[in-house]
C-alpha cells in the first residue's frame, strides 16, 4: 500500500495478497489479507453487513472501501462498483481490489501499473488477488481452496490465505494479517455487523498467528455447538472440583457431585476467564462445552508428582 509520493516507488510498495469471501448459507461476508506492511488490517479490508466486502491494495486508495460499499448498497454490480471507482482515479494503473457483494457476485481489477507478479481470480462468492507475488500460484492457490473449503466462511478465507502463503506468497515476505467477517447484527451484543475483527500487526509468521487469535477468539464470544455439549457425570464433576479448587474457585469437598456449590465455583471461574458465552447458566443442566472443559484442562493442568 503507501501512496506513491516520490520517484523511488519501488520502496515503498507493498505485497500484499487477499481474498475476498461470501457465504450465501449465512449471507456473512468477509476478508482476509497478508502483507509485508504495517498493520495491513487498517488499509485493505473493508465491509458491510448485507452489503458487500471490499479489499484495496497496490498504492491502495482507501476510498474504494467506503465507496465501493456505498456504490452497491446503491444497487450496483461488483464489476460496475469497480469500473465506477477506477474511472476517476488518476493513479488507477497503480491500483489493485477485489468486490464481492451480497448475492455472491465479484470483480477483481489489477492496474497494468501495479508490480509483478500481479493479478487475480474472481467467481461466484469470491475474488482473490495480490501483488508482488512469487508468481500466479498464489492467487490460483487461495481461489482453488477457497472453492474446495468446508465450514465457516472465516475458516475457509484463512484455509486460503495459508494456500497463498504456501504457494508463494509475497516475493518480499510476511509481516502482517487480517480478518474481517461482517454479519449484519452480528457484532458484539449485536450493535453492530463486525461479527470478526481481528489484526496481527507485526509478526514474523502473521497468519499462524491471526489463525492462535481466531481459535481463542471462537472460544470466547461464540457459544457452544449442541455437539460439543458433554453431560457433567461423576468422572466429570470430578476433574471440574479439582481443577476448580487448584485455580482457588471451589472450597468444598472433591466428591464428583455437581451440585451448587461447584456449579457456583464455575461460573466464578468462567466470568474471571472470559468464558460466559460457552457456559450454561442454569443449576440443573448438568452439561459442559466441550472446549471449556480443553481450556480449563490447559489452565489448571496436574502439579508435577
Known amino acids: 500500500m503507501g501512496q506513491p509520493h516520490n520517484t523511488n516507488r519501488i520502496n515503498r510498495c507493498v505485497s500484499t495478497f487477499s481474498i475476498v469471501g461470501h457465504d450465501p448459507a449465512t449471507g456473512d461476508l468477509g476478508i482476509a489479507v497478508q502483507s509485508k506492511f504495517l498493520a495491513v488490517g487498517a488499509v485493505v479490508p473493508w465491509a458491510r453487513g448485507g452489503v458487500g466486502a471490499v479489499a484495496t491494495q497496490s498504492w491502495a486508495n482507501t476510498t474504494y472501501g467506503p465507496r465501493g460499499l456505498d456504490l452497491l448498497a446503491a444497487g450496483n454490480a461488483p464489476d460496475e462498483a469497480m469500473a465506477l471507482l477506477t474511472a476517476d482515479d488518476d493513479l488507477a494503473e497503480q491500483r489493485q481490489a477485489g468486490i464481492v457483494d451480497a448475492q455472491g457476485r465479484s470483480a477483481t481489477y489489477t492496474g497494468t501499473g501495479c508490480y509483478s507478479w500481479a493479478g487475480g481470480i474472481a467467481g461466484p462468492h469470491f475474488a482473490a488477488q495480490g501483488n508482488i507475488l512469487v508468481g500466479p500460484q498464489t492467487v490460483q492457490a487461495m481461489a482453488e481452496t477457497f472453492q474446495s473449503a468446508t465450514g465457516s466462511l472465516w475458516r475457509r478465507l484463512m484455509a486460503a490465505l495459508a494456500a497463498g502463503q504456501r504457494a508463494g506468497g509475497d516475493s518480499r515476505g510476511q ?46 464470544f461464540f457459544k457452544p455447538s449442541p455437539e460439543d455439549m458433554l453431560p457433567i457425570d461423576q468422572t466429570m464433576a470430578t476433574e471440574l472440583q479439582t481443577m476448580l479448587t487448584r485455580s482457588r474457585d471451589y472450597t468444598g469437598p472433591i466428591n464428583g457431585v455437581y451440585d451448587e456449590a461447584t456449579f457456583r465455583a464455575l461460573e466464578r471461574y468462567g466470568g474471571r476467564e472470559n468464558l460466559e458465552e460457552r457456559l450454561l447458566h442454569e443449576p440443573g443442566d448438568a452439561r459442559i462445552d466441550r472446549k471449556v472443559i480443553e481450556y480449563m484442562r490447559g489452565q489448571t493442568p496436574t502439579p508435577a508428582l
Open 175 to 220: 509481516q502482517s494479517a487480517a480478518l474481517l467477517v461482517v454479519r449484519e447484527g452480528g457484532g458484539y451484543g449485536g450493535f453492530n455487523d463486525r461479527l470478526i475483527d481481528l489484526r496481527v500487526d507485526d509478526h514474523p509468521q502473521p497468519i499462524d498467528e491471526l489463525a492462535r487469535i481466531l481459535d481463542l477468539y471462537e472460544l470466547l
